[in-house]
């Protein structure tokens, strides 16, 4: 008796040691479900897309019709200034009738002598200098004729910028200067965006040996309120004819060391460099002489805020 309660404990706990394995295996089962479930959540990583960096407008080649310019700086100066000055000494100074800025007519008095009537009288010939008078029209640009001052022979009283006639005194290359002819005509630029339109009077032969520049001259016909020795820039119409050409906004064209480029935005909306090679300016507009098709489109402005294979947002 005592054998077989030995035997049903055995087999009691050889049972109870197979439910263990069962239940241990079905733990690892239930285990198992959380980490199957855990793969799908990283699916919307991998299908995240780029997002625009910047929002655009895009342009493209424009066809114009434009001239082609030569622009420059220079000064504006007296087309041509007289100097006048005593031809007698021993006489006085009397009165003074003009100063800087007059415009005078030729043969007004500009001053009057002491000590005329013993000059008439020594010295018939001389007589005129008892007056001293404008030589032609103009406005006075410099005064040295003080009230009591005895003239003396060759001595400077004033300088009459000749009509009132300024011109404008381009600096050129030598190159340059070979793009240009008299008669040409040019626009010049002065104070707060005035402008005289004007024509070649006269071009230097030659450049000066340190600066490597000469100049062109050019007449201004309408330079009333100028100021001799003011700066000014302006440009040459060097061109027969207007010629066609295609141009972009400035503003969408950019410059890095050599380089010049613009954004080309493609069917993908991103951009990539295009380089080009620019031409003449006139306004807000540049030439595009070579690197770009008619129809494809680019980044209008903002393209310093972008790099190579940016994804962008076009607006109309």
Known sequence: MKVKTNMNKQNWMVSGAVFAVVAIAAAGVGCSKPSAAVEPAAAPVAAATSRPALTVRTTSLRDDKWGRSLAANGSILPWQEAVISAQIAGLRIAEVKVSIGDYVQQGQVLVTLDNFASALNSDPEHAPQGRIVAPDSGIISATNANVGSMLQPGTE?????????????????????????????????????????????????????????????????????????????????????????????????????????????????????HEVVIGQRVGDRIEIKQGLKADELVVESGGAFLTEGDVVQVVK
């Open 157 to 273: 009283l004033f300088r009459l910028i000749r009509k009132g006639r300024l011109e404008w005194k381009a600096d050129l290359t030598a190159e340059e200067l070979m793009l240009l002819r008299k008669g040409m005509s040019a626009e010049v630029v002065v104070g707060e965006g005035r402008v005289i339109k004007g024509t070649i009077r006269a071009i230097s032969p030659s450049v000066n040996a340190q600066t490597r520049y000469g100049y062109a001259l050019v007449s201004l016909p309408n330079s009333q309120g100028v100021i001799a020795g003011a700066y000014a820039r302006g440009s040459f119409d060097i061109s027969s004819g207007k010629k066609r050409l295609a141009s972009l906004p400035q503003s969408a064209v950019m410059q890095r060391g050599a380089k010049t480029y613009v954004l080309h935005v493609g069917a993908d909306s991103r951009v990539n460099e």
